[in-house]
């Protein structure tokens, strides 16, 4: 990365990063793409729903009440039958990423409601949540990338109402190579995790829907404000990476420095002792000993 006149230059690839927030949008968030969108999400859905067009909503929408702050999508849809669909990308782990679903899908399903004093019945439309993250979830079975979530019956697990469908894309448990592709939703996924670093076309994906979305997404194919918002998207995405990484390895040594404290003062532990317990250097437990020594 090198900078010029104060402008940081981000090297980029030759195809568009779909997990950006610019990629995504531009790939699958405008009318003229939109078969690419319902193509994705027919392999979704596996036969249980086809989907045969979408008119795109507005990216936002009001709550149940004037205090309540506007939910905005990355991409939502709707077809002909009211389905509608909500799309959104997660690049990182966010405390709240399933309250947040629930809620984008409530306010859809309160839309629904009767204005003004027109008899309804409560029939609702069918709402679905596309939820694509690129980090690991804690909810579910370790290693699946795949995770359908519907309201059941406990005891029996049958579906209990299904207009309300929760699908989630665990995209780190995704670790196919291209030789081992074999379906289109598993092409589907290759894409989103790996265009941004691909310099041609796979053979595997050399069907006529991913050649589209491939010229779509070549970056020398964007106008010049175009690849300035792609590259600032980059540039935040690396940035935001970078943060949380620090935070990470932070939070990894305050924990173990919390253990070796606790083996010291507690439990009375050597260095030695304290060293191999908590899997740290020598030069680690002495630096805490010292420490709280000054403290005494």
Same mark, same amino acid.
């Given at each position: 990365?090198?900078?010029?006149?104060? %402008?940081?230059? !981000?090297?980029?690839g030759?195809?568009?990063d779909?997990? %950006?927030?610019?990629?995504?949008?531009?790939?699958f /968030?405008?009318?003229?793409?939109?078969?690419?969108?319902?193509? *994705?999400?027919?392999?979704?859905?596996k036969g249980?729903?086809?989907?045969h067009?979408?008119?795109?909503?507005?990216? =936002?929408?009001? /709550?149940?009440?004037?205090h309540?702050?506007k939910?905005?999508?990355?991409?939502t849809?709707t077809?002909?039958?009211g389905?509608?669909? #909500?799309?959104?990308?997660?690049?990182?782990?966010?405390?709240? *990423?399933?309250?947040?679903a629930?809620?984008?899908t409530a306010?859809r399903?309160y =839309?629904?409601?009767?204005?003004g004093?027109?008899?309804?019945?409560? &029939?609702l439309k069918e709402?679905?949540? #596309?939820?694509?993250?690129?980090?690991?979830?804690?909810?579910?079975?370790a290693?699946?990338?795949?995770?359908?979530?519907?309201?059941?019956?406990e005891?029996t697990?049958?579906?209990?109402?299904?207009k309300?469908?929760?699908?989630?894309?665990?995209?780190?448990n995704?670790?196919?190579?291209?030789?081992? #592709?074999? %379906?289109d939703?598993?092409r589907?996924?290759y !894409?989103?995790?790996?265009?941004?670093?691909? /310099?041609k076309?796979p053979?595997i994906l050399r069907?006529?829907?991913?050649?589209?979305?491939?010229e779509?997404a070549?970056?020398?194919n964007?106008?010049? =404000?175009?690849y300035m918002?792609?590259?600032?998207d980059?540039?935040?995405?690396?940035t935001?990476y970078?943060?949380?990484k620090?935070a &990470?390895?932070? /939070?990894?040594v305050?924990?173990?420095?919390?253990v070796v404290?606790?083996?010291?003062?507690?439990?009375g532990? %050597?260095?030695?002792?304290?060293?191999?317990a908590?899997?740290?250097s020598?030069d *680690?437990v002495?630096?805490?000993?010292?420490?709280?020594?000054?403290k005494k």
């Amino acid at each position: 990365m090198a900078t010029m006149k104060n %402008t940081v230059v !981000v090297p980029l690839g030759r195809y568009i990063d779909p997990l %950006t927030d610019f990629g995504f949008k531009r790939i699958f /968030g405008s009318e003229p793409h939109k078969e690419l969108l319902i193509a *994705f999400l027919n392999e979704l859905f596996k036969g249980r729903k086809v989907i045969h067009d979408l008119v795109y909503n507005p990216q =936002e929408n009001g /709550g149940p009440a004037r205090h309540y702050r506007k939910a905005v999508f990355d991409v939502t849809c709707t077809e002909a039958d009211g389905s509608t669909f #909500i799309i959104e990308v997660q690049r990182a782990s966010q405390k709240c *990423f399933f309250d947040r679903a629930i809620f984008y899908t409530a306010s859809r399903l309160y =839309e629904q409601g009767s204005k003004g004093n027109k008899r309804w019945d409560f &029939e609702l439309k069918e709402v679905y949540f #596309i939820g694509l993250a690129d980090f690991n979830f804690n909810k579910f079975s370790a290693g699946k990338y795949l995770h359908r979530v519907r309201l059941v019956e406990e005891e029996t697990g049958h579906v209990y109402y299904n207009k309300l469908e929760f699908i989630f894309l665990e995209l780190p448990n995704f670790n196919l190579d291209a030789k081992e #592709i074999k %379906t289109d939703l598993e092409r589907w996924l290759y !894409v989103l995790r790996n265009m941004g670093k691909l /310099g041609k076309i796979p053979v595997i994906l050399r069907k006529k829907q991913f050649r589209k979305l491939f010229e779509i997404a070549e970056v020398a194919n964007l106008k010049a =404000e175009e690849y300035m918002l792609y590259q600032k998207d980059v540039l935040d995405r690396w940035t935001e990476y970078s943060v949380l990484k620090t935070a &990470e390895e932070k /939070g990894v040594v305050e924990g173990k420095a919390e253990v070796v404290i606790n083996l010291i003062t507690k439990f009375g532990f %050597t260095d030695e002792q304290a060293m191999n317990a908590a899997d740290v250097s020598h030069d *680690f437990v002495k630096k805490i000993r010292a420490s709280l020594k000054k403290k005494k």
